[in-house]
């Protein structure tokens, strides 16, 4: 019962959270909205046993992409004007539409049906810490995804100096 | 094992993506776009973890750590672009920025 | 029953920890202030109460009565918000430290990662508060103060991440096990660089001198709690205090050895071992806190570019060297 009630207010939280976010005039106001909602995902992530990727979400999502957002918007002084409206005219036919994606992927995972289990089970998880778990498939398996992770963290860096610095013509 | 169905993680994630699906639909604040994308790609982290703890299986878990470093890196680009764009016309509304419209 | 008594335990845990913390804070202010008046030449504060002992009650008697100015055109919710995420968050960070071996309110198996995440998200108190008074020097001296943290944030990990290597764990009891079980007793002595390089981002990240231009009087009037009065006020103190007892608390645990000593010094001082563990703890955090005051008092400010020059070119390479000689020396020595 009480699993139930916690995955309840968690799930209640992050629908509320992200329409909240979305539909906000003020943009400061809505990227606050979303760092509760990264703050209740990472919560959610936990009850999932989850507690390495719970972390990250939190550094990475709410410390490091959002503080970006906010800082974008602080600093070329975002605001949404008067006279464009807060959404475009026709959002009631496009909220029809995502509506119905909704309705059609609800329909689908009905009918979902689970694999063999693998061989990671919990109390295997929770024995040795999941960051040590993870750490092992990661660096065992799957050690040229990950350089190749480096790579894609690296370029935009480089990429994203170019593009904001200014005083060059590229 | 967890008492909460799976179907129920998975409903979670399908309404988080399709309310950053609908986000990116209405809003035409380029922004508020953005933050609709990461909406999107927080709805599959929750569906993989999700079938990750019910399957006993750490693939699942290897991706979103792969899905959260690459929505990192795609928001700085994403980002940068939007302050490069901005020095030619400083607005934030997407249907402003049509020059190149024929 | 055996839920409700858990739930009972951590409460204690939690009022003693708090209790406590809050009174460390209160007298570190008043602590500061003698030390550096002593440092230049001068009594510090002498009038109220004996060698004045009670000048803590009296600044907080002080900020509970004084009026509650807000600006006109600041942004009401987000103005409310602000300190309560800045003391929100420094006072989460103690939940994960040991204070003495078994007493922690959460034992949880990523309590290195934890201090990272509370750091990240105390950013954004620091920023609201600059952008939501709505007045030019709180803006600038927000974001300065934000670009700083994230800055710094870095390095801290990174020279974290050393220890971790060392230790073999995240959870921060089992960091000062290891240390105690390790020939040279504490981890500042195999990590020096790291140990440089995490005093050095401590004193960065909690805006503290020389890393204080995010607040210093003569450049930014205060900086991101200009227009804060009152009781907000004290909260963005408190928060700052709360945040560098944590800094030490955190190389206490994690360099020095937590609430242990050196075998090689209780081997040569067999009465050493009776000494409880959270007096060890209590030294190494107040040594601590006594170099940040030293440092306040004798070095002078850096300019913000500078600031930020030795954050990005000179510690966070200095960090991934260490790094790097660690993984290095465990994997193959």
Same mark, same amino acid.
């Given at each position: ?38 703050? @209740? ?75 063999? @289990? ?11 810490? @999941? ?40 | ?102 | ?333």
């Amino acid at each position: 019962m009480l699993p139930k009630l916690f995955f309840g207010y968690f799930a209640a939280m992050i629908t509320i959270l992200s329409l909240l976010a979305i539909t906000r005039k003020n943009l400061v106001h809505g990227i606050m909205w979303m760092l509760l909602l990264f703050v @209740h995902i990472g919560g959610l992530y936990l009850f999932l046993n989850a507690e390495f990727i719970a972390a990250i979400q939190i550094i990475v999502y709410a410390g490091a992409i959002l503080v970006l957002f906010l800082f974008v918007v602080l600093l070329l002084n975002v605001k949404e004007e008067f006279k464009g409206r807060r959404f475009i005219s026709s959002w009631q036919g496009r909220g029809f539409v995502a509506a119905a994606l909704l309705l059609g992927i609800m329909l689908v995972l009905q009918y979902a049906v689970i694999a063999p @289990h693998g061989k990671y089970s919990i109390e295997y998880i929770q024995s040795e810490t @999941h960051t040590k778990v993870l750490g092992t498939v990661l660096f065992n398996e799957y050690v040229f995804p990950f350089m190749i992770l480096a790579l894609v963290l690296f370029v935009p860096m480089i990429a994203a100096v170019v593009l904001a610095v200014k005083g060059r013509k590229a | 094992m967890n008492p909460v169905p799976l179907t129920w993680y998975l409903m979670l994630g399908a309404v988080v993506f399709i309310i950053g699906v609908f986000g990116f639909l209405i809003r035409r604040n380029i922004i508020m776009m953005f933050m609709s994308i990461e909406l999107m790609l927080n709805g599959v982290n929750i569906s993989l973890l999700a079938l990750s703890h019910y399957m006993q299986d750490m693939r699942g878990q290897v991706l979103v750590f792969f899905v959260i470093a690459c929505a990192g890196a795609g928001v700085a680009v994403g980002l940068a672009l939007v302050i490069a764009a901005f020095r030619n016309k400083p607005t934030p509304h997407m249907d402003e920025m049509d020059i190149l419209k024929g | 029953m055996d839920f409700v008594m858990t739930l009972a335990i951590i409460a204690i845990k939690i009022t003693v920890v708090f209790g406590i913390v809050l009174f460390h804070v209160a007298y570190a202010t008043y602590f500061e202030r003698k030390i550096i008046g002593r440092m230049q030449a001068r009594y510090g504060p002498m009038e109220v109460g004996p060698h004045g002992l009670l000048q803590p009650v009296a600044d907080m008697i002080k900020l509970f009565f004084k009026e509650d100015i807000i600006p006109a055109s600041a942004d009401r919710p987000l103005f409310y918000i602000a300190p309560a995420i800045v003391v929100i968050s420094a006072m989460t960070a103690l939940s994960v430290l040991p204070f003495f071996d078994g007493f922690v309110i959460a034992d949880i198996n990523i309590g290195l990662l934890f201090l990272l995440v509370i750091t990240s998200l105390s950013v954004y108190g620091i920023v609201i508060a600059g952008w939501s008074s709505n007045s030019k020097y709180s803006f600038l001296g927000g974001l300065r103060s934000a670009a700083q943290l994230i800055s710094y944030e870095i390095a801290m990990g990174l020279s974290l991440v050393g220890v971790m290597l060392m230790a073999g764990s995240l959870n921060l009891s089992d960091i000062v096990r290891a240390q105690h079980q390790h020939p040279l007793g504490m981890f500042a002595f195999p990590q020096f660089l790291g140990f440089f390089v995490f005093v050095v981002a401590a004193f960065a990240e909690t805006n503290r001198a020389p890393f204080d231009l995010p607040e210093a009087e003569s450049e930014l009037v205060a900086g991101y709690f200009t227009e804060y009065s009152g009781f907000r006020f004290a909260f963005f103190f408190l928060g700052e205090y709360v945040a560098m007892l944590t800094m030490s608390a955190v190389a206490a645990l994690c360099f020095l050895g937590g609430w242990t000593i050196p075998m090689f010094m209780t081997n040569a001082m067999p009465f050493l071992s009776y000494v409880p563990g959270i007096i060890w703890f209590l030294v190494k955090v107040y040594a601590f806190m006594f170099f940040y005051y030293w440092i306040r008092a004798t070095l002078p400010r850096y300019r913000y570019d500078q600031l930020m020059a030795i954050g990005w070119k000179v510690l966070m390479p200095l960090a991934f060297v260490n790094v790097l000689i660690t993984a290095f020396v465990k994997r193959w020595l």
